[in-house]
């Protein structure tokens, strides 16, 4: 089933000159746009405790689910990229490196779910982005289907993670939100 979902996205590719730039731009340079975007974001708060709160949660978020809990379960499982698999040129240059989970969606994923907690719009927003970029990897070939969505389980998990490990130090309603109502840290 992986396979026919990659097959049904990827074969979508090179059909569209407008769709395959678009789908090396999410591939490769939307992530950067989300994290400009995060940096925005948690500048904008208008407490320094709720600024270090939320930069910890997030950066602790992405280093455990990027950069240990993938990596990890590389080391125990390796799974080929498609283009290797399949045996065709993937739009964008890759490592050969074990395609599961997606660290692209690791690390975007668990960028993006903290933000939502910090302002719900521009959450939703990068939420969006987090998945486009899992798409558009899986149309440039160089992701299956499951690697991204088992990176944004990963991501997932490792917020949760993390936002229980910082709960005893999350500072109680804090005035000022983003949006601008008065609630508790986590909203």
Do not use: C
């Not at 569209?16 to 939307?30: G, N, T």
């Not at 950067?32 to 320094?48: G, T």
């Amino acid at each position: 089933m992986d396979q026919q979902l990659f097959l049904f996205i990827h074969n979508l590719a090179g059909k569209s000159r407008l769709l395959d730039f678009l789908a090396i731009f999410f591939a490769e340079y939307a992530g950067y746009f989300l994290i400009v975007a995060a940096i925005i974001l948690i500048s904008a708060l208008n407490e320094w405790k709720k600024r270090f709160y939320y930069f910890a949660w997030i950066i602790l978020s992405v280093v455990l689910s990027r950069g240990i809990l993938t990596e990890a379960i590389r080391l125990i499982y390796f799974k080929e990229r498609p283009f290797l698999a399949l045996g065709f040129n993937s739009l964008i240059s890759q490592a050969d490196k074990g395609a599961f989970p997606s660290g692209h969606a690791a690390f975007y994923f668990a960028l993006a779910i903290p933000l939502f907690f910090i302002n719900k719009k521009i959450g939703w927003y990068s939420i969006a982005v987090a998945v486009s970029i899992g798409l558009a990897r899986v149309w440039v070939g160089v992701h299956w289907p499951l690697d991204v969505v088992s990176g944004a389980v990963v991501a997932s998990f490792s917020v949760y993670v993390v936002r229980l490990i910082l709960e005893p130090y999350q500072v109680k309603k804090i005035s000022g939100a983003v949006d601008g109502r008065e609630e508790g840290i986590l909203g």
